[in-house]
């Protein structure tokens, strides 16, 4: 087994809050074991154009509370193809890394999986707003984010409230609906789409919608997963349907932003910590993934191909507690 001396660590894809808290983990974890470190610039693209910096247990002082990340991210296309994968590798070699952390999202795993087929090992940690990690119950940057979206729609409510109308909130998600559901929980939505569950208007919006008016209630909120396929005229129809003035607001960006939770801090530096002990133990192509609460790993490979579903139960008590 050849022995690790040098790990490179990069952010990859969406950022996500609580990424500086991993790569924190990384560097200091790496420096406790006396190993060197190279930080990659800008995902994937500062591997194919040599964009590295040496770092040290200093080099992460002050990260810890920062949003975004401090290596910057990217999507890089020209990653996706063999020959830029092959240069990668080169360049990393010829840097005398031995070993990388990559921190993403799906996209950035099948990129890791593409680094280990050339020969480059590498962990992969989860870092993504979406929590749709299908190996993981929980990925980095979704606990801020929720936090983010509750916090805006608390506000939303308020005005919602004293016009008596319908809030519409787009929250993100890409396909997947986990910070739907779960912000419609901690939110008190009437309404919750998200693109898992086909909706019928007349069932799963008029129905709710009429009803909380009729019980007396002064706001509506629903929220739509971006992914939910045919919300176009949803503001249109429930004005015209009910009589309720309805506004819609995409909340975007800001969803990705702030400083880290406690949640996603801890989190973050659990697994950012365990990918380099991965790395030691002579490990490679592994994800590193929360089960049962505890910290894991799974093959990349499977774990992409696992399917994760949200939980009926969720859904379900999101209707019943909007009675
Ligand atoms: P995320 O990691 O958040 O899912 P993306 O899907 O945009 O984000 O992927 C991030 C980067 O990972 C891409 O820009 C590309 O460099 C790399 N990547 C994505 N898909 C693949 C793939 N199928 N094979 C190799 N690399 C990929
Ligand atoms: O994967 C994170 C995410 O924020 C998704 O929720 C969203 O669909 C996407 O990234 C947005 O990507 P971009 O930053 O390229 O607009």
Known sequence: MKTIRRIGVLTSGGDAPGMNAAIRAVVRVACYHELEVVGILDGYSGLINNNMIEMNARSVGETLQKGGTILYTARCPEFKEEAGVKKAVENAKAAGIDGMVVVGGDGSFRGARDLCRQGLPTIAVPGTIDNDISCSEYTVGFDTCL?????????????????????????????????????????????????????????????????????????????????????????KMIQEKTGIEARTTI??????????????????????????????????????????????????????QMKKTISEELIELAKKLSV
Not at 154 to 170: G, N, Q, W
Not at 189 to 204: G, Q, S, Y
Not at 276 to 281: A, G, I, K, N, R
Not at 286 to 296: E, G
């Open 147 to 235: 936090n983010t979206v509750m916090d805006a729609v608390d506000k939303l409510r308020d005005t919602c409230s004293s016009h008596a109308r319908c809030s519409i909130v787009e929250v993100m998600g890409r396909d997947a609906g986990y910070i739907a559901i779960n912000a419609a929980i901690a939110c008190g939505a009437e309404v919750c789409l998200i693109p898992e569950k086909p909706f019928d208007f007349e069932t799963d919006v008029l129905r709710p919608v009429l009803a909380g008016k009729a019980r007396g209630k002064r706001h509506t909120i629903i929220i739509v997963a971006e992914g939910v396929k045919g919300v176009e005229n949803l503001e």
């Open 251 to 304: 909340l975007g960006h800001i969803q990705r932003g702030g400083r880290p939770t406690v949640r996603d801090r801890v989190t973050a530096s659990r697994m950012g910590g365990r990918a380099v002990e991965l790395l030691l133990e002579g490990k490679s192509n592994r994800i590193v993934c929360m089960q049962d609460a505890k910290v894991v790993d799974v093959d990349i490979e499977e774990g992409l």
